[in-house]
């Protein structure tokens, strides 16, 4: 009877001790691995919209639920110069994860993330400028946009509901954008301007933003108003005869 108990104590010890070992796997392959997995799936998820996309690095720290993404890049689409039209240097975002939404949930709740150096880089064409001007941005966010559309449609199909289930959701409390600039130009003119710091709160909700969705979300916010004050930049510099007046329109718009 010793045996058989002192044989169910060391069964026990020793699945102790494995649990413990595949923790701590797990929290190393989130510390050192994240970087190559992170940029990798960025890169897939950029290419399923046909643009191309990628970051310096990402580390997943799980001891203080933090995340660090450095170097990001967005190149422009197809149909417009080679180079990027979206970075940032880094961009730090604190977690506060809740085990029980995110496992009966699938929701994700970020306390903040902070945008450090954004670098919009616009090519800006004269269709539309008097109105609704279109960009190398724009088809950046319309692209995102229709994603999003589209995930949509396939959330509510009972088919792709028992492969996949729903997406992940997440809730942020803030997003700040700090020491960021735009450049561009157009018909040969070519201004860079800084932008003002600004931040966004409560996004997602109550039922939360897939990753799509926030990004939609978050692009939405910037492009439209970041490229209408470009275009009064670029009308500052004479880029075209009447467009001041097409800026009076654009200022009213997003006032």
Known sequence: MKTANFRKGGCLFSLFKLTALCVILLFVLLYWGSSWLGTWLFGEYTKSMGLNGGMGAITI??????????????????????????AF??????????????????????????????DLAA?????????????????????????????????????????????????????VFADGKMRGGMNGKVVEMPLPSFHFENVGGEKGYT????????LGAIIPKATAELVKELGKEGTKEGIKEGIKSLKNLFN
């Open 89 to 118: 240097s880094n961009a730090y975002i604190d977690l506060g994860v809740n085990p029980m939404d995110l496992i009966g949930k699938k929701l994700v709740r970020i306390d903040e993330i902070r945008i450090i150096g954004l």
């Open 61 to 86: 720290n799980p001891f203080n639920q933090s995340v660090d993404v450095r170097d990001f890049w967005l190149e422009n689409p197809k149909n417009y110069s080679k180079g990027n039209a979206i």
């Open 211 to 218: 990753s799509t969705e926030l990004s939609a979300y978050i």
């Open 123 to 175: 090519e800006i064409s004269m269709e539309g400028i008097l109105s609704s001007p279109k960009s190398n941005l724009t088809d950046i966010l319309n692209c995102f946009t229709e994603k999003s559309e589209l995930e949509k449609q396939d959330q509510k199909t009972e088919e792709v509901k028992s492969e996949s289930g729903e997406p992940m959701r997440f809730i942020v409390g803030k997003i």
